[in-house]
């Protein structure tokens, strides 16, 4: 009974960590639960290092089930991390829920290495060096929603994904392209997060996200020059930060109209052309700051629900009293949380207290340089 509820504790910890917080650099130690290591793991391993025949297995009582050698085996956890692994062990119990083979040197994914793991649900493979995955090495995982990829050598996404899975994250590889048909058949997915990958605009063929309803999309620290145009629709967040986008064109966000966050910081944007964002009704938070925008975007009144904008540390020299908010206050629906301006040349105390108007509150103003 106990043990029931500690592994449903683990997997709601895992399923529930929404893909917006999650920050790519912090999976390391992303399973490390603590475990007390006092029950079966150890001793188990030690117990069974022959090369598991099937007559030796059935032969060991079932208190000690299988584990790979030095992995560390508990409550539908295996836990492989930092072994210096050179390939996905075998005998991982059919049971296994979550696999965690982060931090190895594992370089290729064979036909056979998930063989019989049709239980797994979340699947870490982060800080490896596989550059090859063998198209039919997902087949047998089919529950499986959650795969961390990051930190590998894959020039490409993975083929043959399993149609099960919600949220794939592979983050930090090589990848420069992602072809058409790469994501068909994944109607789950929710969260891609494919940052720190070497892919321009030119890298996406056309086509190359058809059937997926993404929530969630982030291509940050990548190398693209500018928004994009055809990625899923249902998209509520983009990501886009640390690339070399230069301006935002009227029709580039004309698509993504559920928009509640567009990340659009680090980039070289000069411009975000007049009319750009009345494509998204429903933003509540816009990330701009360290561009080269001279003036504040035109278009924020408009946002009723919009509550957090990001514009520090740009070339902003000044602002207008109808920047932000609407004349009266007949549109505007929420009032600004959080305005940042500071590390712009803009003479703040030229700008009339009545500019923020509609912002709840004055601290929710960041202005001057004091912040730089
Ligand atoms: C932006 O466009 C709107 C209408 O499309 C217009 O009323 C407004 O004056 C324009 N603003 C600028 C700065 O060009
Ligand atoms: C900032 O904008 C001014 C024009 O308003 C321009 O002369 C200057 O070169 C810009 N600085 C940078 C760093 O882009």
């Known amino acids: 009974m106990l043990s029931q509820c500690y592994l449903l504790l683990l997997l709601s910890m895992v399923s529930l960590t929404p893909c917006s917080l999650a920050l790519p650099f912090e999976q390391r130690g992303f399973w490390d639960f603590g475990f007390d290591g006092e029950a079966g793991g150890l001793m188990m391993t030690m117990m069974r290092d022959e090369e598991g025949s099937g007559s030796g297995e059935e032969m060991l009582p079932e208190i000690f089930p299988l584990c790979p050698f030095g992995c560390h085996c508990q409550l539908k956890v295996v836990q492989c991390s930092d072994l210096g692994l050179i390939e996905v062990p075998k005998n991982i119990p059919p049971d296994t829920k979550l696999l965690d083979l982060q931090n190895n ?215 207008g009293m109808d920047d932000f908010c609407p004349r009266g206050y007949g549109m505007k629906r929420t009032f600004y949380q959080g305005i940042s301006l500071y590390g712009n040349p803009v003479p703040y105390w030229e700008v009339q207290p009545s500019t923020f108007r509609c912002v709840y509150d004055r601290l929710a103003i960041h202005f001057g340089n004091y912040k730089k």
């Open 105 to 319: 040197h594992i370089t290729e994914l064979k036909e056979d290495a998930f063989k019989g793991l049709s239980n797994l649900y979340a699947l870490s493979l982060v800080n490896n060096k596989i550059w090859k995955v063998h198209p039919r090495a997902f087949s047998p995982l089919r529950h499986l929603q959650k795969l961390y990829f990051s930190k590998n050598l894959l020039t490409a996404i993975p083929r043959n994904l399993p149609p099960s899975l919600v949220e794939l994250r592979i983050h930090d590889n090589h990848i420069k392209k992602v072809a058409e048909g790469t994501f068909s058949g994944l109607g789950n997915m929710n969260c891609i997060e494919m940052g720190g990958n070497p892919i321009r605009n030119s890298g996406f063929e056309p086509g190359a996200f058809k059937g997926l309803k993404l929530n969630y999309l982030r291509i940050s620290e990548a190398k693209l020059t500018g928004v994009p145009k055809d990625f899923p629709e249902s998209l509520s967040e983009l990501h886009l930060d640390q690339n070399q986008i230069q301006a935002v064109e009227l029709e580039d966000l004309s698509r993504y109209k559920n928009l509640f966050r567009l990340g659009l910081g680090y980039n070289r944007i000069r411009m975000v052309e007049n009319g750009s964002l009345s494509y998204l009704p429903n933003l509540r938070e816009l990330h701009l700051e360290n561009n080269q925008l001279t003036r504040v975007p035109s278009g924020l009144p408009d946002l009723k629900y919009l509550q957090v904008v990001y514009l520090h540390s740009n070339n902003i020299s000044q602002v």
